[in-house]
Structure formats: structure tokens, C-alpha cells
């Protein structure tokens, strides 16, 4: 899905399609009819390690006070043709859940690219940045929010779109 759909922007970030933070993340993928979708990768990370930290100096400085530990979720990727459907939320959703049951984790970071309104509709708040990458100096934003309120945000906008269901 990287490499059919977002070649391009990867390579103006200057990032590779698979890199080093691939094996040890967790990801989440949504399909439909057998063909990924959509994508996710998350990890935990620590103040002074992980991609976070890398594009980002200074980071500590950037998180709620006392804040050692977090959920750094990036590579939030979306096919064109499924963008519409809030497959966005479904991902964040379905990411909160997960790590809220298997973490100790309560804050979340992720990097946006400005003006980051799809971060702004989930919860999170803009802490840092622009920070230029790539050889396209691509502005990205460091956006942060509570595991919490992400899940209860991205819970709303499935509610508002249909997604989920009263029993």
C-alpha cells in the first residue's frame, strides 16, 4: 500500500517505503474485499528514543510534565479511493482500544502534516513544529492527546458517520 499509493510522498519526506521501526511496531490494517485499505503503525516510545525524537530535538519539552513514556503513531495511511468512508477514525479506534487494554501508555503523539486539521478533529493539539523534512521540506507538525480522548474522539466520529451500531 506504501509503495502503490504513496511512493511520492514518502520520497519527498525522504523517508524509505519499510525502515528500521517497522518490525517492532505494532500495525493496524484495514481491508475490504482482501486488499489493504488502509494502514497504521504505532509504537512505544520513550523521551530520547524513536522516530518521535529523531524529528523533534527537544521533545521533552514539547510533552505534559513528567511524561517518560508514550504511543507514537505514524504512516496513518489511507487509499484515495477509501478516503471519504472515516476510515481514519476506524484505524484510531481500533489502535486506542488495542493499546489501552495491552499498555500502561496515556498519551499519544503522532507527526501531522500542517495544517493538520484530521489531527485537530481527533483530539490532539499541535505541541511543536513546523519541522521541514525531506528533500521536498515538507512542513510536519508534532501533534499530541491523551489515549483517552483520542479513543472517545474517533468513538464520536464513527457514531456520526454510522459506523457503529446500539445494541
Known amino acids: 500500500m506504501r509503495k502503490s499509493h504513496y511512493q511520492p510522498a514518502l520520497d519527498g519526506l525522504g523517508v524509505r517505503t519499510w525502515d528500521h521501526y517497522d518490525p517492532d511496531a505494532t500495525h493496524f490494517v484495514c481491508f475490504a474485499d482482501g486488499v489493504a485499505v488502509a494502514s497504521m503503525r504505532s509504537a512505544a516510545d520513550r523521551v530520547g528514543s524513536g522516530e518521535a525524537s529523531g524529528d523533534f530535538p527537544g521533545l521533552a519539552a514539547h510533552l505534559p510534565r513528567g511524561t517518560i513514556g508514550y504511543l ?19 484505524i484510531m479506534y481500533m489502535a486506542a482500544a488495542w493499546w489501552k487494554s495491552n499498555s500502561a501508555l496515556d498519551y499519544v503523539l503522532a507527526s501531522a502534516k500542517e495544517p493538520a486539521a484530521g489531527a485537530r478533529n481527533l483530539g490532539a493539539k499541535v505541541l511543536a513544529g513546523p519541522v521541514r523534512l525531506g528533500p521536498d521540506q ?19 466520529l464513527l457514531d456520526r458517520l454510522g459506523w457503529l451500531e446500539e445494541t
Do not use: D, E
Open 138 to 156: 515538507v512542513p510536519i507538525l508534532l501533534v499530541g492527546v491523551s489515549l483517552s480522548a483520542l479513543a472517545g474522539r474517533a468513538k464520536s
Open 72 to 90: 507514537y503513531l505514524s504512516r496513518l495511511l489511507v487509499v484515495p479511493a477509501f478516503r471519504c468512508l472515516g476510515l481514519t477514525a476506524v
